[in-house]
């Protein structure tokens, strides 16, 4: 990215945070970083940052996370997955006002009647309490991850998105199990069960879980007047919507192992890449803008000679004008 920080511009130097853009040449690198291994993963967030090692959320916590979705989407229509959780998680860290958990979680998870977030829609009060801790815990750890002054993706406490590539569970199966799941995938959708375009694309449910907040809370977003700031946060947004298209790239790794068949393009990698420093930018950005001040609009005031505001009878020179 050619635009400078606004750390090196105007932010004051103990917010600042020295950022590489990611190494193309690395590939194997920026996978790890997006899958990592789960132990290896919770061992290095213990040694070195506690605060992500205390939140870590296990895969069987993110399985039930999925669980919980999947109850939620029988009672209510367009339940998202976590996979665009995550990225809308990223995106409100990222936006320059903070947004209540009801005001963000109504926009995603809504009682049809009532239009607000409601306990009663999940199946107990125990499970909206453990979806609810489960929520703070990896948003205290996204947090700290996007605070965190890494300097490369592969670093222990950079940003690692909690993504399913489902492209790479398809290839992985037989080609009969593959056309059933795929014909499957599309009565639920009503798309098509040839190829991979019905498919997510790796990442690409974050970024438009990312991009939804953008969409939801446009004002939040404007760009700020200062024409360096604004061109920075502009790019910052076109990288994380590039990830909101499809990967038409012919695949060439894989996010699993190295001798399953390959998933993702490598342009498909760099623009993940690519994604990941502009969230980045952009939480650096709404922290040193802050929130917007709305301005505010003077009130006229009566004549010296008019009847005063107050209702007292009396002219505003001699009232509450006096």
Same mark, same amino acid.
């Given at each position: 990215?050619?635009?400078? *920080?606004?750390?090196?511009?105007?932010?004051?130097?103990? @917010?600042?945070?020295?950022?590489?853009?990611?190494?193309? &040449?690395?590939?194997?690198?920026?996978?790890?970083?997006?899958?990592?291994?789960?132990?290896?993963?919770?061992?290095?967030?213990?040694?070195?940052?506690? #605060?992500?090692?205390?939140? $870590?959320? &296990?895969?069987?916590?993110?399985?039930?996370?999925?669980?919980?979705?999947?109850?939620?989407? /029988?009672?209510?229509?367009?339940?998202?997955?976590?996979?665009?959780?995550?990225?809308?998680?990223?995106?409100?860290?990222?936006?320059?006002?903070?947004?209540?958990?009801?005001?963000?979680?109504?926009?995603?998870?809504?009682?049809?009647?009532?239009? *607000?977030?409601?306990? $009663?829609?999940?199946?107990?009060?125990?499970?909206?309490?453990?979806?609810? /801790?489960?929520? /703070?815990?990896?948003?205290?750890?996204?947090?700290?991850?996007?605070?965190?002054?890494?300097?490369?993706?592969?670093?222990?406490?950079?940003?690692?998105?909690?993504?399913?590539?489902?492209?790479?569970?398809?290839?992985?199966?037989?080609?009969?199990?593959?056309?059933?799941?795929?014909?499957?995938?599309?009565?639920?959708?009503?798309?098509?069960?040839?190829?991979?375009?019905?498919?997510?694309?790796? @990442?690409?449910?974050?970024?438009?879980?990312?991009?939804?907040?953008? #969409?939801?809370?446009?004002?939040?977003? #404007?760009?700020?007047?200062?024409?360096?700031?604004?061109?920075?946060?502009?790019?910052?947004?076109?990288?994380?919507?590039?990830?909101?298209?499809?990967?038409?790239?012919?695949? &060439?790794?894989? !996010? /699993?192992?190295?001798?399953?068949?390959?998933?993702?393009?490598?342009?498909?990698?760099? !623009?993940?890449?690519?994604?990941?420093?502009?969230?980045?930018?952009? *939480?650096?950005?709404?922290?040193?803008?802050?929130?917007?001040?709305?301005? #505010?609009?003077?009130?006229?005031?009566?004549? *010296?000679?008019?009847?005063? $505001?107050?209702?007292?009878?009396?002219?505003?020179?001699?009232? $509450?004008?006096?």
């Amino acid at each position: 990215m050619t635009t400078p *920080r606004p750390t090196e511009a105007t932010a004051p130097a103990q @917010a600042a945070a020295t950022i590489a853009p990611p190494d193309p &040449s690395e590939p194997t690198a920026l996978i790890e970083a997006a899958q990592p291994e789960e132990a290896e993963e919770a061992d290095a967030a213990t040694q070195v940052n506690p #605060q992500a090692a205390a939140t $870590h959320l &296990s895969p069987q916590e993110l399985d039930e996370l999925e669980d919980i979705l999947l109850f939620l989407g /029988q009672r209510v229509e367009g339940v998202p997955s976590w996979e665009f959780l995550e990225g809308f998680m990223a995106g409100l860290l990222c936006c320059r006002r903070t947004i209540e958990a009801d005001e963000y979680f109504a926009a995603v998870i809504a009682d049809p009647a009532s239009g *607000r977030f409601e306990p $009663h829609l999940f199946q107990s009060p125990e499970q909206h309490q453990r979806f609810m /801790q489960l929520w /703070q815990r990896r948003w205290q750890q996204v947090q700290a991850a996007l605070d965190a002054p890494v300097e490369a993706l592969d670093d222990e406490r950079a940003y690692a998105p909690e993504l399913f590539d489902l492209r790479a569970l398809l290839w992985s199966l037989s080609e009969a199990d593959r056309a059933k799941m795929q014909a499957e995938m599309a009565a639920e959708e009503g798309g098509d069960a040839d190829g991979m375009q019905d498919v997510p694309a790796f @990442a690409q449910l974050w970024a438009i879980g990312f991009m939804a907040v953008v #969409q939801t809370w446009p004002e939040e977003w #404007q760009p700020p007047r200062d024409r360096e700031l604004a061109q920075w946060m502009d790019e910052a947004l076109e990288g994380i919507e590039a990830l909101t298209d499809d990967d038409l790239d012919p695949p &060439s790794l894989s !996010t /699993q192992a190295d001798d399953d068949a390959p998933s993702v393009s490598q342009q498909r990698l760099d !623009t993940y890449g690519t994604a990941l420093w502009a969230a980045y930018d952009l *939480r650096e950005i709404a922290r040193t803008l802050g929130p917007r001040v709305t301005p #505010q609009r003077k009130t006229e005031q009566p004549g *010296r000679n008019d009847p005063c $505001h107050c209702g007292s009878g009396k002219k505003f020179k001699k009232c $509450h004008g006096a």
